[in-house]
């Protein structure tokens, strides 16, 4: 979606909201496509001191398979988007993720909420914080049950192992 500045480009203090959904299935986290439904943002790109702010929210609905356990999981996902929309790139050469080009008066904001989206994406997808995961020995999935390997003993303890025993 193009979003038409040209009202507040030249104006101090003029405003302009928006609203987008954007399709973000074809993104590919892994091995895994885990945006089913739209992406939604909405928010306002204010002209401050001839500076266009562009503050929103991003929402998501994540299908995902965890990273530790191999569970699907469902989760809401919200990153803040807050950027900096400019008519021309000062350094070309360093460009800073937060700051976006604009072409002519007109912002892609679905490059904008693409590029915020896929920079805030954790690099594993857990169904929870404190999931366990697998045990490596039998492979049980330690979220829902006891491991049922035998315990191997570190070598080096060994010999108090054997006092244990007496």
């Keep these: ?3 038409d500045l040209s009202k507040i480009v ?8 928006f609203s987008v959904s954007l399709d ?22 204010r002209n401050t001191a001839g500076v266009l702010m562009t503050k929103g929210t991003i929402h998501a609905h994540l299908n995902a398979v965890c990273d530790r356990c191999g569970e699907d999981f469902e989760d809401d996902l919200t990153y803040p988007l807050d950027v900096v ?3 021309e790139l000062a350094d070309e050469d360093h460009e800073d993720e937060g700051i976006f080009p604009l072409t002519g008066n007109f912002a892609d904001m679905d490059e ?11 690099t594993k997808f857990l169904c929870s914080d404190d999931c366990l995961g697998l045990c490596c020995g ?11 390997c035998k315990k191997e003993i ?13």
């Excluded at 030249?10 to 909201?17: E, I, K, L, R, T």
């Excluded at 060994?158 to 244990?164: E, G, I, K, T, W």
């Design 10 to 17: 030249d104006m101090p203090g003029a405003s302009v909201d």
């Design 138 to 148: 039998c492979g049980v999935n330690l979220n829902h049950g006891q491991c049922r």
């Design 24 to 45: 973000l299935s074809d993104l590919q986290f892994g091995s895994c496509a885990p945006l089913k439904e739209p992406v939604t943002c909405s928010g306002t790109v």
């Design 1 to 3: 979606m193009l979003l």
């Design 154 to 166: 570190d070598p080096r303890f060994a010999a108090l192992q054997q006092l244990l025993n007496q």
């Design 85 to 87: 929309l400019v008519t």
């Design 112 to 122: 904008v909420i693409r590029t915020v989206f896929i920079l805030n994406m954790d």
